[in-house]
């Protein structure tokens, strides 16, 4: 597979997995904030990915590889703390830390966003939650960034 095809697969597949959280939250599943910090690095994947189409080189593999590994890594955090295997940040697990100005009524309003805990798994497929499933792709993206790399 030559390392262009290897660049818009690694692409695409970034923008899959970005467009189908999207969708997800378009469907009414909204994000907690570990979701949201698993969007950033497609995002840069993609930027990545689009100027790594046009122009040669290595490092921009080497980005794309490290988006990839940092958005495959944030998945298997939030795995973790979805499996309660070990504690996520406070500011969105059910310790109730961070309520920080809220009061008891503010909780209970239906009018405002619906607050989303980031050890509840929302949804999930065959035993796996979306930030499993993240991880799973994710690392399959950072190998085609590796062969990228390595076809440069």
Avoid at 82 to 103: A, H, I, N, Q, V
Avoid at 145 to 151: F, G, M
Wanted: aromatic share 10%; hydrophobic share 50%.
């Amino acid at each position: 597979m030559s390392r262009y095809l290897t660049v818009l697969l690694a692409t695409l597949g970034s923008a899959a997995l970005l467009g189908g959280a999207f969708l997800f939250q378009a469907f009414g599943y909204p994000p907690c904030a570990m979701c949201i910090w698993q969007r950033w690095p497609h995002g840069i994947a993609i930027a990545v990915g689009l100027i790594a189409l046009v122009l040669p080189g290595r490092v921009l593999p080497l980005l794309g590889a490290l988006a990839a590994t940092t958005t495959a890594a944030i998945g298997v955090y939030h795995t973790g703390v979805e499996r309660d295997w070990w504690e996520g940040p406070s500011s969105c697990t059910g310790t109730g830390e961070s309520l920080g100005s809220l009061k008891g009524g503010d909780l209970l309003a239906t009018d405002g966003p619906r607050l989303v805990m980031c050890d509840v798994v929302s949804w999930e497929l065959l035993g796996l939650s979306m930030a499993s499933w993240n991880a799973l792709f994710s690392a399959v993206l950072v190998v085609l960034w590796i062969s990228a790399l390595r076809r440069s």
